[in-house]
């Protein structure tokens, strides 16, 4: 059997941090498939686990050295607190360090019952199993910092949804599990010890660096939340949209978590929303940055007694770390814009040119991830606009544009094949686009058929290549593919 080298500093915390339990084992697993690569930087012998894996990955087989547990976390559902929800469904086997000398947890999602289940089964669908193995896979190519699919397989037993579902057990590599909501859940119960306890646990395992700081907690609320800063500035640069961004499905690593009603947008919609519980927009593309802020502020309201001894002061420090985490988005958001279009130096009309490019792709329906991808075409050769100007309702609009920004990018010395080959760097020609992820999951619900799932996962693990025999993949859909809504993953 492969062996895994767990050490478990989770387990290691005090019992009211979890509770342990062990997957429950399903019917007939099957392993639809292996991530061999991330296998190979997590120590672990791929070739094995392609053969006896599915009893692993479907929680049949507890691996030597494992020690399951589900993670206690509370947190704000919609803007609304809810003290306990906890791992209902996935089960925490343990962490390893990988080959860069990370450590990294592995939990198996869809393993059943657990004392946070509430009213839920503990169970999986197939078809969320797939889009977040997708999902999570092409956020990681894309270089957006993102947990990983280490495994996804069937079950063999049905789940019971609107419809019976194929069930299936997805296997998870995060940074760790540890989210604003597991603050809040110590925070509901007024147990400042156990707040200071996960905060140190939070530095020593994602932050070391601020052990020595004069001020460790106040640095550690910073560092959070610079890295969502930079997080969710990523996200708008590729046109993510996450769709349930929960203070539970924050975490305090910087990496996105939890893809659930996630999509891409393909017509640039600032507005847009695809998750159907997502009644109010709550979760729209351009309400991340500011639903961010309002998630850390949550985080902050855990640990301010913690930032200094003094209230009022600790208040005031507070609100000043919030203020920044302002400023920092924006530093990034706009960086990544200017190279999205091409801009290598800083200037102050830079926001406007790109706001204008946005309004412009706004109001003529522009197709966000082509827009950019062909904008690189445009560096290289005038003749490439008419294909750009293309892709919005109103070809001649985006002239005056071209002449502004032809004019920015002349002020800048490199030459026109460095630009275009920096902007191609950053703009994706493939995103798993939501069309795309719903035919691979209806093929492999329908019929058992995992090929589109093969092939989107392929194609989308080179999003800033030219993959000319996949230019298919490329495309927005076509009028009657569209994907209007997406569902939760339970
Ligand atoms: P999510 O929407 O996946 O972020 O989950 C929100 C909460 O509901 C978490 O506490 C989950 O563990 C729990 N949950 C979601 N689906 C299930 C399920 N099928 N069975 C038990 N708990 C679930
Ligand atoms: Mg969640």
Known sequence: MTAFRFDNSYARLPANFYARVEPTPVAEPWLIKLNRPLAGELGLDAEALERDGAAIFSGNLVPKGAEPLAMAYAGHQFGTFVPQLGDGRAILLGEVIDAGGRRRDIQLKGAGQTPYSRRGDGRAALGPVLREYIVSEAMHALGVPTTRALAATVSGQ???????????????????????????????????????????????????????NEKPYLALFKAVAARQAALIARWLHVGFIHGVMNTDNMTVSGETIDFGPCAFMDDYDSKAVFSSIDQFGRYAYSNQPAIGQWNLARLAETLVTL?????????????????????????????????????????????????????????????????????????????????????????????????????????????????????????????PRNHRVEQAIAAATEDADFSLFEALLDVTSRPYEDQPGHAAYAAPPEPGEEVLQTFCGT
């Open 158 to 212: 049905p789940v019971y949804r609107e419809q019976i579902l194929p069930g299936a057990v997805f296997t998870r590599v995060a940074a760790s599990h540890i989210r604003v909501g597991t603050f809040q859940f110590f925070a509901a119960r007024g147990d400042v010890e156990s707040i200071r306890t996960l905060a140190d646990y939070v530095i020593d395992r994602h932050y070391p660096e601020l052990k020595t």
């Open 307 to 431: 930032f200094d001894p003094v209230a009022d002061t600790a208040v005031n420090l507070a609100n000043d770390a919030l203020g920044e985490y302002g400023t920092i988005f924006q530093k990034h958001w706009l960086d990544g814009m200017r190279r999205k279009i091409g801009l290598f130096t800083d200037e102050d009309e830079d926001l406007d040119l790109v706001q204008s490019l946005l309004t412009l792709m706004q109001n003529g329906k522009a197709d966000f991830t082509l827009a950019f991808r062909r904008l690189a075409a445009s560096a290289e050769n005038a003749a490439a606009d008419k294909e750009l100007a293309s892709l919005f309702e109103e070809p001649q609009a985006l002239s005056p544009w071209l002449e502004q920004w032809r004019r920015r990018v002349e002020r800048e010395p490199p030459p026109a094949t460095e630009r275009a080959a920096a902007m191609r760097s950053v703009n994706p020609a493939f995103i």
